[in-house]
T-cell receptor
């Protein structure tokens, strides 16, 4: 089955800096790659997603890139703010079967 | 549009007791998922339903966990008997062929 690896497990940046989180997946048939943000004690919330026919997608300060050949995808957050502090999960999905990475705890220091 | 509903939000039981969780997905969503999220880890899929049929239950500990979605809408997840290591947040999610939307989860503590 699908295996998703996520790095780093923790990331601390200064407010205004950029943050990058990387994930790799094993199943070349995976075709949908969402990113979720989970604040303490709350449910995971979708922040951005990308499908396998697209290499990059951007939404304001958040962007995701996908390299299907290498089977990796990344989340980029620019101009980070303290409210970006949370745990971020990547996931890879095929036919609605989704597997999650272990998560990255992002801390943005004011 | 109403989101995914779950109840109860919190549950504390002793080991060897039984517990049941309920989930009501977003209206019209054919696919429903139950995940277990242990503190500090990502959600782990327990079972996936497509309407009222099971698509994937390969990671469900079937000796103690069971789930059903009899009418293809609401779903219940049961643990019987519970063990200490079952302490986690149980998340329900639904989708209609793409994005999964999560419920608020049920935080289970097994003492």
């Amino acid at each position: 089955g699908e295996n998703v690896e996520q790095h780093p497990s923790t990331l601390s940046v200064q407010e205004g800096d950029s943050a990058v989180i990387k994930c790799t997946y094993s199943d070349s048939a995976s075709n949908y790659f969402p990113w979720y943000k989970q604040e303490l004690g709350k449910r995971p919330q979708l922040i951005i997603d990308i499908r396998s026919n697209v290499g990059e997608k951007k939404d304001q300060r958040i962007a995701v890139t996908l390299n299907k050949t290498a089977k990796h995808f990344s989340l980029h957050i620019t101009e980070t703010q303290p409210e970006d502090s949370a745990v971020y999960f990547c996931a890879a999905s095929r036919n609605n079967d989704m597997r999650f990475g272990a998560g990255t705890r992002l801390t943005v220091k004011p | 549009e109403a989101g995914v509903a779950q109840s109860p939000r919190y549950k504390i039981i002793e080991k060897r007791q039984s517990v049941a969780f309920w989930c009501n997905p977003i209206s019209g969503h054919a696919t429903l998922y139950w995940y277990q999220q242990i503190l500090g880890q990502g959600p782990k899929l327990l079972i996936q339903f497509q309407n009222n049929g099971v698509v994937d239950d390969s990671q469900l500990p079937k000796d103690r966990f069971s789930a059903e979605r009899l009418k293809g809408v609401d779903s219940t997840l049961k643990i019987q008997p519970a063990k200490l290591e079952d302490s986690a947040v149980y998340l329900c999610a639904s989708s209609n062929g793409g994005t999964q939307y999560f419920g608020p989860g049920t935080r289970l503590t097994v003492l």
